[in-house]
């Protein structure tokens, strides 16, 4: 195989040249060490639990959200756009955004819409008289777990259009919890769960890891920056043989 990069051509041989793209020429400019760790991360990466964040006003909030679900290992999170549009603080995410698959949507109907069709249980946090606690909510299916702004919480919609509705327990005063707290007091919970429960097919597939690995090396290493410079500059940058 012939891979050509910018400048010259770099000969690959053997069964590495079988590999997919990136991860063939990850050794050029990945250490042994950091792919490892790609991959150990990876290996506890889940897509069970996916948080979803009904029109946040405050995009730092949302980045604070992202650090959160990275550090317990979420894959994806989602955003439905309303006034606000998601954007990254990257001294909030702390680099956490690259590491996380983000997906928004235009409205609380469509993103419902492509969750279910996944196969997901919408359940939303509120304080509604029929929500449960989260030791309740069901994992025999993927969960979307929705979280409403700052505000006003879910909107009547989106509560309306809930498979479940769950509550954090509270005994003060305080009736209600900072987004970010509230997403880092659930996920980690279900996700122990999850992650204690065997039968559960809770990891990313063999597809779906190869796909993250990739997505990883392009905005975390000079391979991104390679190929972000040859499109620019019209470079051709294709593999042949």
Not at 68 to 97: C, M, N, P
Not at 133 to 159: K, Q
Not at 225 to 240: M, N, Q
Request: proline share 5%; aromatic share 8%.
């Amino acid at each position: 195989m012939l891979l050509r990069i910018l400048k010259g051509p770099v000969h690959l041989r053997g069964a590495g040249a079988r590999m997919p793209f990136f991860e063939n020429i990850a050794p050029r400019f990945v250490s042994a060490a950091r792919l490892e760790r790609m991959r150990q991360v990876l290996a506890g990466r889940t897509r069970y639990v996916v948080p979803v964040f009904e029109n946040l006003y405050k995009t730092h909030n949302a980045a604070a959200v992202i650090r959160t679900a990275e550090a317990f290992g979420v894959a994806q999170a989602h955003f439905v756009e309303g006034e606000t549009e998601y954007e990254d603080h990257r001294d909030i995410t702390q680099g956490s955004h690259r590491w996380v698959d983000i997906r928004t949507h235009p409205s609380t109907e469509a993103c419902f819409a492509a969750l279910r069709h996944e196969g997901y249980r919408i359940v939303g946090t509120c304080l509604h008289e029929r929500a449960v606690t989260p030791e309740s909510i069901p994992l025999d299916r993927p969960l979307a777990l929705v979280f409403g702004n700052e505000l006003e919480g879910m909107s009547g919609e989106a509560i309306r259009a809930c498979d479940l509705l769950v509550r954090i327990p509270m005994y003060g005063f305080v009736e209600s919890l900072n987004i970010s707290v509230s997403a880092a007091l659930l996920l980690s919970g279900l996700l122990t769960r999850i992650r204690a429960t065997p039968e559960l097919a809770w990891p990313l597939g063999p597809a779906e890891r190869r796909k993250t690995l990739q997505r990883w090396l392009y905005h975390n290493t000079r391979i991104g920056t390679i190929v972000t410079a040859a499109r620019k500059g019209g470079t051709i940058l294709r593999t042949e043989g």
